[in-house]
C-alpha cells in the first residue's frame, strides 16, 4: 500500500515536470517564431523602400531622379545644396534660386567664355530651355542674351556663367551641361521623372543631360508627372 502511494506521487512529480516543460518549449518555440517573422518583416520592408539617389553624373536610377547633397567644388563655394529646392519649403527653395539667379543678372561673358556659354545652352543636345515654365526653344537667344524671364531660367543661367569662369579649366563643356541639368531637374521633379521614364522605356541613357536638354524634348507627352518647385 506504501508501495503504491510512493508511485503515484513519483508518478505526480513526473508528470508535472513534463507539464513544466510542454509550457516552457511551447513558449520559447513562440517567441522566436514571432522574432523571426519580425525580422522577415522588417527586411521586405526594408527591400522594398530602397532605391538609389540620382545625386552623381552618369546614368539616373528611377527610384530617385532628384539630386541630393551639396554639389562638389561649387555648393560650399556659393552656400547652396540640392536639398535647398525642397516642395515643402518653397521660400527656402525660391531663396535659393534667387540667388543663382542674380549671378546671371551680375555677370556678363565675352569671347571665348561667351562662346562655351552659347554651345552648352544653344548648340549642346538642341540646347536646355525651361518648356514646363514657358514655351522659349531655349534659356538664352543664339547670340547668349536671355530668352527666357522665368526664375528657374535665371537661376540656370546663373550658374552656367559661375562654373564657366570659376571652373572652366577642369569642368567640360559637358560637365557643365550635366551640373546645371541637375537643377532643372531639382526645379521640374515629376516632369522629370516622367520624362527618365519615357527615356528607359525606349532604351535610351538616362543621364541628367539627356533629361533636361531639348534632344529628347517631349518624349513624356501623355506620361504622368507634374509640379514645379521654385515660382516661376
Not at 507539464?19 to 517567441?31: D, G, P, R
Not at 530668352?147 to 557643365?176: N, P, Q, V, W
Request: charged residues 20%; proline residues 2%; negative net charge.
Amino acid at each position: 500500500m506504501i508501495e503504491k502511494e510512493q508511485e503515484q506521487k513519483i508518478l505526480k512529480s513526473v508528470t508535472g515536470v513534463l507539464v513544466v516543460l510542454l509550457l516552457f518549449m511551447t513558449a520559447f518555440n513562440s517567441y522566436h517564431i514571432h522574432d523571426m517573422t519580425g525580422m522577415m518583416a522588417g527586411y521586405t520592408s526594408s527591400a522594398g523602400s530602397s532605391g538609389q539617389q540620382g545625386s552623381s553624373g552618369g546614368e539616373v536610377s528611377l527610384g530617385g531622379v532628384v539630386p541630393t547633397g551639396v554639389p562638389e567644388t561649387y555648393g560650399e563655394e556659393l552656400g547652396v545644396s540640392y536639398d535647398d529646392v525642397d516642395p515643402n519649403d518653397q521660400r527656402r527653395a525660391d531663396e535659393t534660386i534667387r540667388q543663382l539667379a542674380t549671378i546671371d543678372q551680375q555677370t556678363e561673358l565675352q569671347g571665348d567664355d561667351l562662346d562655351r556659354y552659347i554651345n552648352i545652352l544653344y548648340h549642346m543636345d538642341d540646347g536646355m530651355s525651361c518648356e514646363y515654365c514657358c514655351g522659349a526653344r531655349s534659356i538664352i537667344f543664339e547670340n547668349g542674351q536671355p530668352a527666357c524671364g522665368c526664375a528657374h531660367s535665371f537661376a540656370m543661367r546663373g550658374l552656367a556663367k559661375y562654373l564657366i569662369l570659376e571652373h572652366g579649366d577642369s569642368y567640360t563643356d559637358k560637365d557643365i551641361q550635366e551640373e546645371v541639368a541637375k537643377w532643372k531637374v531639382l526645379f521640374f521633379p515629376g516632369q522629370s521623372q516622367a520624362k527618365a521614364e519615357a527615356l528607359e522605356l525606349q532604351g535610351i541613357d538616362t543621364t541628367y543631360g539627356n533629361i533636361a536638354s531639348n534632344q529628347f524634348r517631349g518624349i513624356e507627352q501623355g506620361s504622368a508627372g507634374g509640379g514645379m518647385v521654385g515660382g516661376c
